[in-house]
């Protein structure tokens, strides 16, 4: 009876459940747009970017996953009756297009995403330029670990010892650092702003405020996944490629769900203000009086518009 590794049925998995999530995926960016062109305020010009910025983050995802899926294919189907066994094509493959289009393609989106993250956290910022110097360092750094993986990445495979896997373990610990540091830095206005709104008996908004809205605007999983991903791939764990995967899906479907947030009008933006302090002056009289240098302080944490 042919042996297979704990190695191949992880990647199996991980195939599978990435032609899930893409599919999840793609049912959110129909919406997205649909919600986008039909039912949002939005200017022209930003509906067009936005839509574009939709479809780069599909097609970037779609060249990823058919790289994995002609993977695959080869593997168990095309050449599975090689002596050595289906790893051995796997081996061998790491020279083929299909690996060097799929880490290109998986690069690219993380780029693409943690451009959003960045650009968000500016805007929750009230564009404070000098909150995103960090982060835009780490930012390039992450992007020459990157290339460094994709120069590399011929001859060698994430199952075997090489030293394009230690760029791999590099690239995903500094983006997974870039993350946990967007998330602290989007999470701290909005938590400021609830604590606040707390302390003048107002209750925040679910829909602005709430654990699934914090989610959704720091991407929370994102880190989460990247530093098991690391973790299992610098211990050459047969299971890590399951985690790489969902981590290489989730950067794509990230950013989607900001803009989704977004167009929905339930992200953070100028709008809050107006509305917080409509419901600041529906405080009895003497509340109003007492607190209105701490609404004053509200207002000011409370984060700006994001362009959609």
């Keep these: 009876m042919v042996q297979v590794n704990i190695f191949e049925q992880s990647l199996y998995v991980a195939i599978t459940l990435a032609n899930i999530f893409f599919g999840m995926e793609l049912l959110l960016a129909v919406s997205t747009i649909h919600l986008l062109v039909n039912h949002s305020q939005c200017t022209r010009k930003q509906k067009t970017f936005n839509t574009c910025f939709i479809i780069a983050i599909l097609l970037t995802q779609a060249f990823a996953l058919i790289s994995h899926?002609?993977?695959?294919?080869?593997?168990?189907?095309?050449?599975?009756?090689?002596?050595?066994g289906p790893m051995a094509y796997h081996a061998r493959s790491t020279k083929s297009w299909n690996t060097i289009t799929g880490v290109a393609a998986i690069e690219l989106t993380n780029l693409m995403s943690n451009s959003l993250l960045i650009y968000r956290c500016y805007i929750i910022w009230n564009s404070n330029i000098l909150v995103i110097i960090l982060p835009v360092i780490v930012y390039f750094f992450a992007n020459a670990m990157a290339i460094m993986t994709l120069v590399e990445s011929p001859g060698?495979?994430?199952?075997?010892?090489?030293?394009?896997?230690?760029?791999?373990?590099?690239w995903i610990i500094t983006t997974t650092s870039l993350n946990v540091l967007l998330t602290a830095l989007i999470s701290f206005p909005i938590l400021s702003a609830?604590?606040?709104?707390?302390?003048?008996?107002?209750?925040?908004?679910n829909s602005h405020m709430g654990v699934i809205a914090i989610l959704l605007e720091t991407a929370l999983p994102f880190p989460i996944l990247g530093i098991l991903s690391a973790i299992l791939v610098a211990k050459g764990t047969g299971v890590c490629v399951i985690f790489v995967m969902?981590?290489?899906?989730?950067?794509?479907?990230?950013?989607l769900l900001i803009i989704y947030h977004a167009v929905k009008r339930t992200a953070h933006s100028n709008e809050d203000n107006e509305t917080y302090s409509a419901m600041r002056f529906a405080v009895p009289m003497m509340e109003v009086v007492t607190t209105d240098s701490t609404s004053a302080r509200v207002e000011s944490l409370l984060p700006t518009a994001m362009p959609i």
Excluded: C
């Design 194 to 205: 609830r604590r606040q709104l707390l302390k003048l008996n107002i209750t925040p908004p």
């Design 69 to 84: 899926d002609a993977i695959g294919y080869y593997m168990w189907l095309e050449d599975r009756d090689l002596p050595e």
């Design 156 to 170: 060698s495979s994430i199952s075997s010892p090489h030293k394009s896997i230690q760029f791999l373990v590099l």
């Design 246 to 255: 969902l981590w290489s899906v989730y950067a794509g479907i990230a950013p």
